[in-house]
């Protein structure tokens, strides 16, 4: 076999935070025509405010969200009725009565409130008064600097929008210019669905004042005003009752700003309006230059930390042809475009301080939207924050991790009130106000493992920044959900199995041996298995990294001890259910026996390879195409399969334009479709190609282990490992010719490169004496040499797909070139 070799050079290098200059393909999306509906608006953000931008040359629409506009007020749906069937329900499942237990739970487990709507602030209209035909339209989002504008030409005058939202400033911004003095003139005038709201003008400012809607007898509680605000350079403004009108300005700078009462997600006693005009005071009195210049500053510090392109001569088409005509031919810019789209969404719906990203991120028109538009947990919110770490964004999971803790106090009620437990749970969805008992019927509701599957993110943080003092803070949280555990788990009669009962596996029904079809509720499902195997693993690996809880973690390994393992059913594919009931051909979107593949750590191409070949049985057979939030979940499958041909097939498939029903894709604005609009299939998409350019879950910082034969030459650089190893490498031929690593937090790095020509064989691992001695990893004990001193690196020559354990120095950037 032939091998690449590599020279390792030592490079000093104590400066984590600027990264090498780096040549990038276009980062902007554009068209030549305005937007004809939302899926063709174009988003802008600053993680608390949003809006979309249509674009239309004789009236602008900026359809606005702020993220705590939601139905309803605080409560929370856990339902003390349900107590009394849980053990009835355990005892049907045991009996195999799933039919009876399905309704029984559907009767005495469903709550009356279902989770409340995001909801929309409504859209400021910018009329464009006697401007006539508009000629060399262009409209733009560019996501190097978040920005969007719209050029035109109309009666020989040519027009500019420029548009963001500010972070600093809380304000969305609008730069409306000409080239001809005396050129802007315009209406501006609100719209909103929402019922309660009064539109009017005081003080020279455009008000929409408001009030959430009711859901699910809960009356709405949140109140808010956004406030419209023009600053001229010539020209001169009137009101009428209900809109502000401008005439003959030369430059039209308008502010937007949206205040609402709530504090946190049981205190709603601020005072919106007098929120809204702080913001605005603030605004007005910095200089736009000034403005813009923060704004792509604040941006920046986010985004330029990771630099991406493929090789190859990029199409130059409208964005939307470059979608149609993606499988037809060759437009290798597109993929870095997308990745990086998904980390522009990220950093627009994702700050700290701020709520987390709902299921549109912060984008929504609708007051009673798809699916609430709420934080489904049953793996959509947790897609959210896939690319977060990996993708050198650690900080924006901040608003998740501070969700999992408030409900980590909301969920108590959950495990008390329904299933007579200690600790902490939530089901399948949640919202603003933090529910955490059963939503929607048995079906999809009563998922008990919501909650936990979200403290796999508490964990994460602290194997990308090892922040003890972080992790000292959510120790509690992962042990309050096992706390849970230890007392909600039941023997189950077969096999005396520790299992979750009862439960379901997300949405899929099945049919049992008896022939009983049409339910999903049952017990010891395989995701179930793996979250709580994840959970417990994770605390007992966080109690001994704080040295704390010794006797507590032992307890968790013996009840880890009793856990059901995977098991490969009769035509050798992963089960999904404890018992073998899955259907060969069945192509439903959720793979949820797949969790301990991706995002779960516990299946291995080196580890346990059999579990591996069952986990392409069952990807094969629920076949690639479906809901985009799906494709973009197989994307990260196939990676950790090491299969890149096959996801680069699936981002093919997932970069053509949306089915009006029944499959994914992507819709003209790159939005991911479901259909309809849901963010998760942009994030999971993102960090699916992450995986294939670097893996770092099995105790080792794995370099391109899936690169598909279009990805033969590139550079990445800024991707982060766990362990706080930033990585940045170019390829050639499918071949690594420059790798670059920097340790943020010192300690032993486990390198694996990637290896173009590897046999078809598979892979060999050899197993010795000796543990891991990176702390960041608990897994098999593997031979590697180990280099004690960097010095020893200097002419090294690397053997492609073996180890080597490297001891590295904080702050130090180590380098490796190819010969």
């Known amino acids: 076999m032939k091998t690449r070799q590599f020279t390792c050079l030592l490079a000093m290098c104590s400066s984590l935070a600027v990264m090498p200059a780096h040549a990038q393909q276009n980062l902007k999306l554009w068209y030549n025509k305005p937007a004809a509906n939302w899926n063709e608006a174009l988003p802008i953000g600053n993680g608390r405010l949003a809006a979309m931008v249509f674009g239309g040359p004789a009236t602008e629409q900026l359809q606005l969200n702020e993220e705590t506009i939601w139905a309803g007020g605080p409560h929370n749906n856990a339902n003390a009725d349900s107590k009394v069937s849980v053990p009835q329900l355990r005892e049907l499942i045991n009996q195999k009565k799933f039919v009876e237990a399905q309704a029984l739970a559907n009767k005495t487990m469903t709550s009356k409130q279902n989770g409340m709507p995001y909801q929309t602030v409504g859209s400021l209209f910018i009329r464009m008064e006697g401007q006539g035909e508009a000629s060399d339209y262009y409209r733009d989002l560019d996501i190097s600097r978040a920005t969007s504008s719209v050029k035109y030409t109309a009666n020989g005058v040519h027009y500019v929008r420029e548009m963001f939202v500010s972070a600093k400033d809380q304000a969305v911004i609008v730069r409306l210019t000409a080239d001809k003095p005396a050129s802007i003139n315009c209406e501006l005038y609100m719209k909103t669905p929402l019922g309660k709201k009064q539109i009017s003008t005081a003080d020279g400012k455009l008000l929409l004042t408001a009030t959430t809607g009711n859901n699910s007898g809960i009356e709405g509680q949140v109140k808010f005003q956004s406030q419209t605000q023009a600053v001229l350079q010539g020209g001169s403004q009137s009101v009428t009752d209900t809109s502000l009108i401008i005439k003959g300005a030369n430059t039209a700078t308008l502010y937007i700003t949206v205040g609402s009462n709530f504090i946190n997600y049981h205190d709603l006693s601020a005072d919106g ?42 199409s130059d088409k409208p964005t939307d042809q470059r979608v149609k005509e993606f499988t037809q031919g060759n437009d290798p810019g597109l993929v870095p475009l997308y990745y990086q789209f998904g980390r522009y969404l990220l950093i627009s719906s994702s700050q700290p301080g701020n709520q987390p990203a709902t299921l549109q991120g912060k984008w929504n028109n609708l007051t009673s939207p798809p699916w609430g538009s709420k934080y489904t947990i049953n793996i959509n919110t947790e897609m959210n924050y896939w690319p977060a770490e990996i993708t050198n964004l650690s900080e924006l999971t901040e608003p998740l991790i501070k969700m999992v803790k408030e409900l980590s106090v909301t969920g108590q009620q959950s495990a008390s009130k329904i299933y007579g437990a200690r600790g902490w749970m939530a089901h399948h969805n949640t919202d603003l106000w933090r529910i955490t008992g059963v939503v929607d019927p048995a079906y999809y509701g009563v998922f008990p493992t919501g909650g936990a599957w979200l403290t796999e993110h508490l964990w994460e943080h602290y194997l990308f920044t090892g922040d003890k003092k972080y992790l000292k803070d959510v120790y509690p949280v992962l042990k309050g959900a096992t706390q849970y555990f230890i007392d909600a788990l039941q023997e189950e009669p077969d096999h005396k199995w520790l299992v979750v009962s009862p439960s379901m596996s997300p949405e899929h029904e099945f049919t049992s041996a008896k022939g009983v079809g049409g339910v999903t509720m049952t017990q010891g499902t395989t995701m179930d298995n793996q979250i709580i195997f994840e959970l417990f693993s994770n605390t007992i690996a966080a109690s001994k990294a704080l040295g704390t809880d010794k006797i507590y973690a032992d307890s968790l390994a013996q009840k880890l001890s009793r856990f059901a393992p995977m098991q490969i059913g009769k035509w050798g594919q992963l089960q999904e259910w404890m018992e073998d009931w899955d259907k060969k051909g069945d192509t439903h979107r959720h793979i949820s026996q797949l969790f301990g593949l991706y995002p779960g750590k516990q299946m ?57 029903s029944g499959s994914g894709g992507t819709y003209p604005n790159l939005f991911d479709a479901h259909p309809p609009f849901q963010i998760d299939g942009n994030f999971g998409c993102t960090a699916g190609i992450t995986e294939m350019l670097l893996q770092s879950y099995d105790g080792e910082v794995f370099i391109m282990p899936a690169l598909p034969k279009a ?109």
């Open 273 to 314: 309006a007098a929120h809204a005009s702080a913001d605005m005071v603030k605004a007005i009195k910095t200089p736009y230059a000034d403005a813009l210049k923060a704004h792509v500053v604040w941006y920046q510090k986010y985004f330029d930390r990771v630099k991406f392109t493929l090789g190859g001569a990029s």
């Open 711 to 819: 990805w033969g030459t590139g550079s990445i650089k800024g991707l982060v490992a766990r362990g706080g190893f930033v990585i940045d490498m170019d390829w050639n031929n499918g071949a690594v010719t420059k790798l670059q690593i920097t340790s943020k937090l010192g300690g032993n790095l486990r390198l694996r490169l990637h290896d173009a020509l590897k046999p078809s064989g598979g892979f060999t691992m050899a197993t010795a004496k000796g543990d891991n001695p990176n702390p960041f990893y608990h897994v098999d004990k593997i031979k590697a040499p180990i280099i004690a001193d960097a010095s020893q690196l200097k002419g090294l020559q690397f053997a492609p797909t073996k180890l080597y354990d490297i001891k590295t120095v904080t702050g130090k950037t180590y380098t490796l070139v190819g010969k």
């Open 604 to 660: 291995s191409p080196y580890r346990n390879p059999e579990l591996q070949e069952a986990s392409i049985n069952i990807l094969k057979s629920r076949g690639d195409v479906s809901t985009g939030w799906s494709m973009g979940w197989k994307v990260n499958f196939w990676a950790r399969l090491l299969d890149g041909e096959h996801a680069y097939k699936l981002i093919s498939d997932q970069l053509r334009p949306a089915a009006t």
